[in-house]
């Protein structure tokens, strides 16, 4: 096994790969083992084999039917593609831009068509490959193009290739069209949000996993309608059949499992689970499934563990592990050709800092690094490991994971601290926890010039002249600058700030609406298929007793009548809105607080939004970036300040982040961002440098409510006990006025104003935030100012010591 594993790819390639332009060629590494890539969640990375560089989040692969060809659909923010792939050759062979996309991807019974999903454009476009280039030729349309919602997921065809299937999402429907007159000759509703389809091997019935609902339907077109449901775990998505026909095998992306049914009789066989250990919480999200050609091995694709997880199938029901494989950083697709493996990473192998993020001089379309494509997508290569070859890959599988059972029980901690290690141990001295979300900032935009920390005062735009408090807070509690989002951009951000984890439909949506391809906004509550399944934070204290109450955080979840936060959402306060300020924002909370105290019913646990450092950028009329800023700056320090002076400051804690670090530049990583820790029992004037992400912070509130873990995410990460002491300072905070006019206003009528007016600024991100990221960068810094570079990025950790010396 040792020539399978000196080819894993390590972090000096990895940038490089990321770094350069595109080939078609093979790139091949025999860097040592020892070296791995940590991501800023704390995971890491070992992913075995050669590869092949794709585009921006591929999330589907489909072969050819004579296993020569692998098409790959590219779905992100940025550039959308297909490419056609030599399999033998290992290289691409054609590449070809396309508006919108997605998952959908097939070739034609006879191969010589590729049919791929045209996305929120609502057709199905028709490639020719029979030369081995992609050329369109047709296309099938099921509707108007977005704003008509019908968005085209899964796609097949029957067994001649004369009827096309497409399912949907948005209008949850199958398709039955005829190819030869691109006609719709059938419609018919689903139970709900559809993700793919699959014909039987054996018969030409469709089976269609249904997203947004626990079941397989199966479609039977003799008689041209639906004629059973197969019950599933919760998001099922990807299906591959035993070749006779006889077994089907579905990802449940929510579960961390897989469901063997039998075909025949409807009945799951088996449930096998592919996460790294028994009874894990959610966070494997498998989502891609294979065969080995002889039938024996089921490979799964867990996207959230970097991983393959291999199965023994030989004997239907009684199936059993055989390890795991280490791939790249979010595998979305698996497929098997011959003894060839061929592993899709939908964010490659590495996060990196954004040296080119906004920039006045640079042309969007020439290269401004936006976190949200970012980070593309890579093709792992490699033979099919023997069984006891996999005993050396599942040990790099579990040194690349933080998260265990022991973990999930028992947090990393020290004696005495306010934080406690156990889980439900309840004996932490804070009773009152706030947990601030803001919106979008990276650490080098606010904290780039604080002294101490590792900062670039060359990307500071909101210094301490605008955000006097939370430098002050940074100074006189503690500055945080090795904190990370788990998050890109806010619509999953809101999902990993309150359920640390983000489901594999928010994963594999919002990069089509961030992209300005249609889709709604379906990442804070307002659509049930987005939910993890045991819920978001309030559905946790819920369940414990606790009381909590959310001011402006996931208003639409607290309209769905039942949800946890019906009649727990804070009357008056606003949703998001930047023509409210924070500092108005923040009266409404005291008002609120001040009840509560009143009648001895101040919640446990209490989230607030406050997020006008989204800004308006240079609206003409919107207040000024700074000014937004500023203002957002000011109702941190009010809210602390009278907190502090409260009754309640003596068994209290305050904990602030950012939802993601989407609108700026940072020289450590794009994920980096500013965070605040603040309490009688915070550490004073303390630099941590310890590593810190969403999902810790997440895990310390957890701690101190009683809480478990919600996700291997939260589970895993490093709880922040450094930042405490059991020696309470009741100090009260007094804030610092504003430097600058809250009320200033954009005014000029340059190129930044008119591009902000073409902006939807009613919701949190429902923009171009590349562009977005320029303006605020022109409105702070002068129309010609320029932004230097950021100096590095990426995460290098060397595996320890104990693990190189084990030759288990």
């Known amino acids: 096994m040792r020539s399978l594993l000196t080819s894993i790819l390590l972090a000096q390639a990895v940038l490089s790969l990321a770094q350069a332009?595109?080939?078609?060629?093979?790139?091949?590494?025999?860097?040592?083992?020892?070296?791995?890539?940590?991501?800023?969640?704390?995971?890491?990375?070992?992913?075995?084999?050669?590869?092949?560089?794709?585009?921006?989040?591929?999330?589907?692969?489909?072969?050819?039917?004579?296993?020569?060809?692998?098409?790959?659909?590219?779905?992100?923010?940025?550039?959308?593609?297909?490419?056609?792939?030599?399999?033998?050759?290992?290289?691409?062979?054609?590449?070809?831009?396309?508006?919108?996309?997605?998952?959908?991807?097939?070739?034609?019974?006879?191969?010589?068509?590729?049919?791929?999903?045209?996305?929120?454009?609502?057709?199905?476009?028709?490639?020719?490959?029979?030369?081995?280039?992609?050329?369109?030729?047709?296309?099938?349309?099921?509707?108007?193009?977005?704003?008509?919602?019908?968005?085209?997921?899964?796609?097949?065809?029957?067994?001649?290739?004369?009827?096309?299937?497409?399912?949907?999402?948005?209008?949850?429907?199958?398709?039955?069209?005829?190819?030869?007159?691109?006609?719709?000759?059938?419609?018919?509703?689903?139970?709900?949000?559809a993700y793919t389809c699959l014909r039987s091997p054996v018969s030409d019935e469709l089976y269609i996993s249904v997203w947004g609902a626990e079941k397989i339907v199966v479609y039977d077109p003799k008689q041209q309608k639906l004629t059973r449901e197969l019950k599933t775990g919760s998001h099922p998505n990807d299906m591959v059949f035993s070749r006779d026909g006889k077994l089907l095998f579905v990802a449940n992306a929510n579960d961390n499992s897989v469901s063997v049914i039998d075909v025949k009789t409807g009945k799951t066989l088996e449930t096998v689970t592919t996460a790294l250990f028994p009874d894990a919480p959610a966070g494997s999200t498998p989502n891609g499934l294979a065969l080995s050609s002889d039938q024996k091995s089921l490979l799964v694709a867990n996207a959230d563990n970097n991983c393959l997880a291999v199965f023994d199938v030989s004997k239907p029901g009684k199936s059993r592990s055989l390890g795991f494989i280490p791939t790249g950083w979010y595998p979305t697709s698996v497929k098997v050709v011959g003894k060839k493996v061929l592993v899709a990473n939908g964010k490659g192998f590495s996060s990196k800092a954004n040296p080119n993020g906004p920039n006045p001089y640079k042309r969007r379309e020439s290269g401004t690094e936006y976190i949200a494509g970012l980070f593309k997508g890579t093709l792992s290569i490699f033979d099919l490991p023997k069984p006891a070859e996999l005993t050396g890959l599942s040990k790099l599988v579990y040194q690349n994971t933080p998260y265990t059972k022991e973990k999930e029980k028992q947090a990393a901690g020290e004696a005495n601290n306010p934080i406690?290690?156990?889980?439900?141990?309840?004996?932490?001295?804070?009773?009152?926890?706030?947990?601030?979300?803001?919106?979008?900032?990276?650490?080098?935009?606010?904290?780039?010039?604080?002294?101490?920390?590792?900062?670039?005062?060359?990307?500071?735009?909101?210094?301490?002249?605008?955000?006097?408090?939370?430098?002050?807070?940074?100074?006189?509690?503690?500055?945080?600058?090795?904190?990370?989002?788990?998050?890109?951009?806010?619509?999953?951000?809101?999902?990993?700030?309150?359920?640390?984890?983000?489901?594999?439909?928010?994963?594999?949506?919002?990069?089509?609406?961030?992209?300005?391809?249609?889709?709604?906004?379906?990442?804070?509550?307002?659509?049930?298929?987005?939910?993890?399944?045991?819920?978001?934070?309030?559905?946790?204290?819920?369940?414990?007793?606790?009381?909590?109450?959310?001011?402006?955080?996931?208003?639409?979840?607290?309209?769905?009548?039942?949800?946890?936060?019906?009649?727990?959402?804070?009357?008056?306060?606003?949703?998001?809105?930047?023509?409210?300020?924070?500092?108005?924002?923040?009266?409404?909370?005291?008002?609120?607080?001040?009840?509560?105290?009143?009648?001895?019913?101040?919640?446990?646990?209490?989230?607030?939004?406050?997020?006008?450092?989204?800004?308006?950028?240079?609206?003409?009329?919107?207040?000024?970036?700074?000014?937004?800023?500023?203002?957002?700056?000011?109702?941190?320090?009010?809210?602390?300040e009278y907190l502090s002076k409260s009754p309640i400051w003596k068994e209290s804690a305050v904990f602030i982040l950012e939802d993601d670090a989407q609108n700026g530049a940072d020289h450590v990583d794009a994920h980096r961002s500013p965070a605040l820790v603040i309490s009688p029992y915070t550490k004073r004037k303390h630099v941590e440098h310890t590593m810190y992400s969403t999902s810790g912070m997440l895990r310390t509130i957890e701690l101190i409510l009683g809480l478990p873990p919600m996700s291997q995410y939260d589970a895993a990460a490093t709880p922040m006990f450094a930042c405490f002491t059991n020696t309470p300072t009741l100090t009260p905070y007094t804030h610092i006025p504003a430097n600058i006019d809250l009320d200033a206003k954009n005014t000029a009528m340059n190129e930044p104003a008119r591009q902000s007016e073409k902006l939807d600024l009613r919701y949190a991100d429902k923009i171009d935030d590349r562009l977005f990221n320029e303006i605020i960068w022109k409105a702070v810094k002068g129309e010609h100012a320029v932004m230097p570079a950021p100096k590095r990025g990426a995460f290098l950790l060397v595996a320890d010591k104990d693990d190189d010396d084990d030759d288990d």
């Open 420 to 640: 406690p290690k156990v889980v439900g141990a309840k004996n932490s001295p804070i009773k009152h926890v706030f947990y601030i979300i803001k919106e979008n900032r990276t650490y080098d935009q606010v904290f780039g010039d604080m002294p101490g920390g590792n900062g670039d005062t060359s990307l500071c735009i909101f210094p301490e002249k605008i955000t006097p408090n939370q430098h002050a807070l940074a100074r006189e509690f503690v500055l945080l600058d090795n904190f990370y989002v788990d998050a890109e951009v806010s619509a999953d951000g809101h999902n990993w700030s309150t359920a640390a984890y983000a489901t594999d439909y928010v994963e594999k949506v919002w990069p089509t609406s961030y992209g300005g391809r249609g889709g709604t906004y379906d990442f804070e509550g307002s659509r049930p298929v987005a939910y993890p399944k045991k819920g978001f934070i309030w559905d946790y204290c819920q369940r414990a007793g606790l009381r909590y109450r959310s001011y402006g955080e996931f208003e639409a979840y607290s309209k769905r009548k039942g949800s946890a936060l019906d009649g727990r959402f804070a009357p008056n306060y606003p949703d998001y809105d930047l023509k409210v300020k924070d500092i108005d924002r923040v009266e409404i909370w005291k008002k609120d607080i001040d009840s509560l105290i009143a009648i001895n019913a101040v919640p446990h646990f209490s989230s607030i939004r406050l997020g006008n450092d989204h800004t308006s950028g240079a609206r003409v009329g919107a207040p000024t970036p700074a000014a937004h800023v500023a203002d957002n700056d000011l109702a941190v320090g009010r809210f602390i």
């Open 21 to 193: 332009p595109k080939s078609t060629q093979v790139t091949k590494t025999t860097l040592p083992i020892e070296k791995r890539v940590t991501l800023p969640n704390g995971w890491s990375l070992t992913p075995v084999g050669r590869s092949l560089p794709l585009g921006d989040l591929p999330l589907n692969m489909t072969v050819s039917p004579n296993g020569k060809r692998l098409a790959v659909t590219n779905n992100g923010q940025s550039t959308q593609s297909i490419q056609l792939i030599d399999v033998t050759g290992e290289k691409v062979l054609s590449e070809v831009e396309i508006s919108k996309s997605w998952v959908g991807l097939k070739f034609s019974p006879d191969g010589k068509r590729l049919l791929a999903s045209g996305g929120n454009d609502n057709r199905i476009l028709i490639y020719d490959v029979s030369g081995d280039k992609l050329n369109k030729v047709d296309s099938v349309v099921l509707g108007k193009p977005w704003p008509i919602r019908i968005s085209v997921a899964g796609v097949e065809t029957d067994k001649a290739g004369a009827t096309l299937y497409a399912v949907t999402k948005d209008d949850s429907s199958l398709y039955v069209c005829d190819l030869a007159s691109k006609q719709i000759k059938n419609r018919i509703k689903l139970p709900a949000e």
